[in-house]
């Protein structure tokens, strides 16, 4: 989720490569993005004894799994105490609250933010809700760093484990029913290449009709269910199997999973 946020802005020209400090787990990861990103970019291994300096930044992104956030904090009590004032965290991990993280980063001013991945793109979708002490300014920063890749949202802390649910595991929702569609036009009779195309057009062609028209998604199956055709007979067997029932259970699935990793 790192790459996917901090990638567009180098290519777009919104922050220097030598204003980025990257600190990842291990030393072969450091060795394998290398090829990948920016020349310019500082990229350190946890181990490496100059990965305090990411710590020392006005603005940090915290971006690994949840389970990881206690050795990350061991990590940054290293922390310089002659900064001039606290810095900014950004924090992308999932069902992590900002009272936790107020209370393993005493020093900072926290933010969650809920990102998702067609930020890489520019198409993304960012929920933020801000901790205690985050200034104005602050605050347009955040907002700076997502707005060239996504729509910001900002919401009640409440509402992120849903917007989570929807928009952050959504995309993968949406690769398995893209994945599964092409595979049903294989069966019957495209070719694969071919299939993967139309699936993915199709999935895009939709969602930009439902937006530039405000259509509610049922206006527009109804648009293209006419009596007794293809589509209706298409939709029984959907209803039959029950994929309205398991989408709605898959979101609220991963909401109650994000409440568990706080």
Known sequence: MAQALVLPLLQQGELSPEDVVAVVGRTASVERLAAQLPKGLRLKAS?????????????????????????????????????????LLISVLAGV????????????????????TPALVGAGLTGLAWGDGVTKEQ??????????????????????????????????????????MADGAVAAGLP??????????TLAGTAALLKEQKLHPG??????????????????????????????????AAAERSRELA
């Open 47 to 87: 181990g490496d004894p100059s990965a305090v300096d990411a710590w020392m930044a006005p603005i940090q992104l915290l971006a690994v799994k949840p389970q990881q956030l206690d050795a990350v904090a061991a990590f940054a009590t290293r922390l310089d105490s002659a900064v001039d004032s606290p810095p």
């Open 97 to 116: 609250t900002l009272a936790r993280l107020q209370k393993t980063f005493p020093r900072h001013s926290c933010v969650r933010a809920v990102p998702n």
């Open 139 to 180: 605050r347009l920063s955040v907002q700076r760093l997502f707005l060239p890749v996504s729509e910001v949202l900002e919401l009640p802390e409440s509402q992120l484990d849903a917007f989570l649910a929807l928009t952050s595991s959504g995309p993968a929702y949406v690769a398995l029913v893209a994945e599964a």
């Open 192 to 201: 694969r290449a071919l299939a993967h195309h139309l699936a993915h057009r």
């Open 219 to 252: 206006e527009l199956k109804d648009m293209v269910t006419s009596p007794g055709g293809t589509t209706i007979a298409a939709l029984r067997q959907l209803e039959r199997s029950g994929v309205r029932s398991a989408l709605i259970e898959a979101v609220v």
